[in-house]
T-cell receptor
């Protein structure tokens, strides 16, 4: 596998379900990101992990819970979601230089299309 | 305040026409990076280019070219001789070097439709 992979590609869940989205990067990067993309809205950054440490949580509801066990894997645990959480969830990774300027183009996975019923 | 503006919500042209996508940004940093990404219908965002604030040279890559003008805070993207496969949503983004989280600030995107 190359690049950034995400599973599943599509997910339909009820509001009481618990599910997890998985992201894996094969690029040797040290930063990973979760984004939400809803129709007719700009990309929303949800979480950032640098060197496995969460460095950003953009006021995301607690029903979204990220996990980064190592620099190659990122999970987004979902529970008691709402219909308005239906969106495309994109994972990205980048190579960051600690403490300085960064070559920070982010590389994206194909996304998980989530539908909450 | 929105820092990246893509004023064109949707553009539709006929194949082989040239098309320019506009991007205007706002930042107080002297060091920053600008990006363009392409999102085809499949959904995956594809990185196209990164430009840093100290490099104002225009870039050409095949049918794609980028015009970076600091004086007008713009980083426009031109596709020459457009093709149907160029149909996608194109995003411009900004990253400020003083942001220790290296966040990308995204424009709203321009949907480009190339008609055969």
């Amino acid at each position: 596998e190359t690049g950034v992979t995400q599973t599943p590609r599509h997910l339909v869940m009820g509001m009481t379900n618990k599910k997890s989205l998985k992201c894996e990067q094969h690029l040797g990067h040290n930063a990973m990101y979760w984004y939400k993309q809803s129709a007719k809205k700009p990309l929303e950054l949800m979480f950032v992990y640098n060197f496995k440490e969460q460095t950003e949580n953009n006021s995301v509801p607690s029903r979204f819970s990220p996990e980064c066990p190592n620099s190659s894997h990122l999970f987004l645990h979902l529970h008691t979601l709402q219909p308005e959480d239906s969106a495309l969830y994109l994972c990205a990774s980048s190579r960051q230089l600690a403490g300085g300027s960064s070559y920070n183009e982010q590389f994206f996975g194909p996304g998980t299309r989530l539908t909450v019923l | 305040a929105q820092k990246v503006t893509q004023a064109q919500t949707e553009i539709s042209v006929v194949e082989k026409e040239d098309v320019t996508l506009d991007c205007v940004y706002e930042t107080r940093d002297t060091t920053y990076y600008l990006f363009w990404y392409k999102q085809p219908p499949s959904g995956e965002l594809v990185f196209l280019i990164r430009r840093n604030s100290f490099d104002e040279q225009n870039e050409i890559s095949g049918r794609y070219s980028w015009n970076f003008q600091k004086s007008t805070s713009s980083f426009n993207f031109t596709i020459t001789a457009s093709q149907v496969v160029d149909s996608a949503v194109y995003f411009c983004a900004l990253s400020e070097a003083e942001d220790s989280n290296y966040q990308l600030i995204w424009g709203a995107g321009t949907k480009l439709i190339i008609k055969p």
